[in-house]
């Protein structure tokens, strides 16, 4: 069984720059969910999709984006890339919305 | 909203020993879901244990236990026969089980094993 990959590992781009983050989900989940982990802190949630659909947001601007395709793989993108952009990001899938949810490896985002 | 705090940002254990983690949080809920976290330098989470709110019994797997305390709000981790590849940081986790999609996470506590 594979589990959760992301692409790329590591990403640099200049400020006001957009980028767009993958996800392959695990087989047989249908939910992901991305998160931003600053250095030295916890993961925080960007947002949830379920089915193809947005199902919750965090404290994150517009700018912040998503989608999730029939496969149940999914995109983050973010627009008018900002220096505190700069995170590492997380995607994570579960068979369920109410589920436990399994990490995949993150995207290193480095905004200069 | 609901918060969870680590209070210890290091923690240092010799190996084959025992080391506890602590975790609290806040909530007025009385349903939810309460996880463990463990990320290597790989940066990869990996899932150590889950516990129910519901569920009085003490979630165990293998080493890895929690002693959970729903009226004080606590929630810790002890790692028994503590192992070189179990040093990483560890984080504790909140989820509603009616908000299911928004899981609030502790700073982490870092944890280093001594040979």
Same mark, same amino acid.
């Given at each position: 069984?594979?589990?959760?990959?992301?692409?790329?590992?590591?990403?640099?781009?200049? +400020?006001?720059?957009?980028?767009?983050?993958?996800?392959?989900?695990?087989?047989?989940? @249908?939910?992901?969910?991305?998160?931003?982990?600053?250095?030295?802190?916890?993961?925080?949630?960007?947002?949830?999709?379920? +089915?193809?659909?947005? @199902?919750?947001?965090? @404290?994150?601007?517009?700018?912040?984006?998503?989608?999730?395709?029939?496969?149940?793989?999914?995109?983050? @993108?973010?627009?008018?890339?900002?220096?505190?952009?700069?995170?590492?990001?997380?995607?994570?899938?579960?068979? +369920? +919305?109410?589920?436990?949810?399994?990490?995949?490896?993150?995207?290193?985002?480095?905004?200069? | 909203?609901?918060?969870?705090?680590?209070?210890?940002?290091?923690?240092?254990?010799?190996?084959?020993?025992?080391?506890?983690?602590?975790?609290?949080?806040?909530?007025?809920?009385?349903?939810?879901?309460?996880?463990?976290?463990?990320?290597?330098?790989?940066?990869?989470?990996?899932?150590?244990?889950?516990?129910?709110?519901?569920?009085?019994?003490?979630?165990?797997?293998?080493?890895?236990?929690?002693?959970?305390?729903?009226?004080?709000?606590?929630?810790?981790?002890?790692?028994?026969?503590?192992?070189?590849?179990?040093?990483?940081?560890?984080?504790?986790?909140?989820?509603?089980?009616?908000?299911?999609?928004?899981?609030?996470?502790?700073?982490?506590?870092?944890?280093?094993?001594?040979?």
């Amino acid at each position: 069984e594979t589990g959760v990959t992301q692409s790329p590992t590591h990403l640099i781009k200049t +400020r006001g720059q957009q980028v767009t983050l993958r996800c392959s989900s695990q087989s047989g989940h @249908n939910t992901v969910s991305w998160y931003q982990q600053a250095l030295g802190q916890g993961p925080q949630f960007i947002f949830q999709y379920y +089915r193809e659909e947005e @199902n919750g947001r965090g @404290n994150f601007p517009p700018r912040f984006s998503g989608l999730q395709f029939p496969n149940y793989s999914s995109e983050l @993108n973010v627009n008018a890339l900002e220096l505190d952009d700069s995170a590492l990001y997380l995607c994570a899938s579960s068979p +369920r +919305r109410a589920d436990t949810q399994y990490f995949g490896p993150g995207t290193r985002l480095t905004v200069l | 909203a609901q918060t969870v705090t680590q209070s210890q940002p290091e923690m240092s254990v010799q190996e084959a020993e025992t080391v506890t983690l602590s975790c609290t949080y806040d909530t007025s809920e009385s349903d939810y879901y309460l996880f463990w976290y463990k990320q290597p330098p790989s940066r990869q989470m990996i899932l150590v244990i889950r516990q129910e709110a519901y569920k009085q019994q003490n979630a165990t797997e293998n080493r890895f236990s929690v002693n959970f305390q729903k009226a004080a709000k606590s929630f810790s981790l002890k790692i028994s026969d503590s192992q070189l590849g179990d040093a990483a940081m560890y984080f504790c986790a909140y989820r509603s089980a009616d908000n299911n999609n928004d899981m609030r996470f502790g700073a982490g506590t870092r944890l280093t094993v001594k040979p």
